[in-house]
């Protein structure tokens, strides 16, 4: 017999890598979705309570039920946030979509937010609270994914000088 070789050996360390990277891919698809959150991020929930000016119950069709704070704001004349989240759960009729960030320390899942609007556009719960003037973006803890799109809303509320920014 013949010995494989330099080719042999190239060969065998090139399929020992494939082979390497095929359980390193393998490993991280199960880590991910392992760490992937059990909620739902594609079904429409409903809302059936508005707790505060910045936190909601929410439930699917299945009947689970969670608790939601909106992501990356602070309400400001709590009252008048409170009645602006009603009138944005009114006229989404009491549907929305959620991005779950995480579990805050109370228990909360921490989401952003939204509804849909006409056409292709959602409407964002802590857009329209901010573009209002009736919160403010929180400075520190979550990332939010929209962040930028949440200071570009306190911008508009800030040039328009409503609620907190009159």
């Known amino acids: 017999m013949r ?3 330099r080719t042999g050996t190239i060969l065998g360390a090139v399929a020992a890598g494939i082979g390497l990277i095929v359980v390193v891919i393998t490993m991280g698809l199960i880590i991910f979705q392992v760490n992937q959150s059990t909620i739902a991020l594609t079904e429409e929930w409903t809302v059936i309570d508005v707790l505060d000016a910045d936190k909601l119950t929410l439930r699917q069709a299945d009947g689970k039920q969670i608790n939601v704070r909106l992501c990356g704001i602070v309400p400001v004349f709590g009252k008048k946030a409170k009645e602006k989240l009603i009138s944005l759960v009114k006229a989404a009729k009491n549907q929305v979509m959620i991005i779950p960030v995480e579990k805050d320390s ?43 799109s949440f200071e570009q809303a306190e911008k508009i509320g800030i040039a328009a000088k409503v609620g907190v920014w009159k």
Do not use: H, Q, W
């Open 3 to 5: 010995n494989p070789g």
């Open 106 to 148: 109370d228990g909360y899942t921490v989401a952003e937010v939204m509804a849909n609007g006409t056409g292709e556009l959602d409407i964002s719960f802590e857009e329209e609270l901010l573009k209002s003037g009736l919160a403010k973006t929180r400075k520190s803890g979550v990332e939010c994914p929209n962040k930028l």
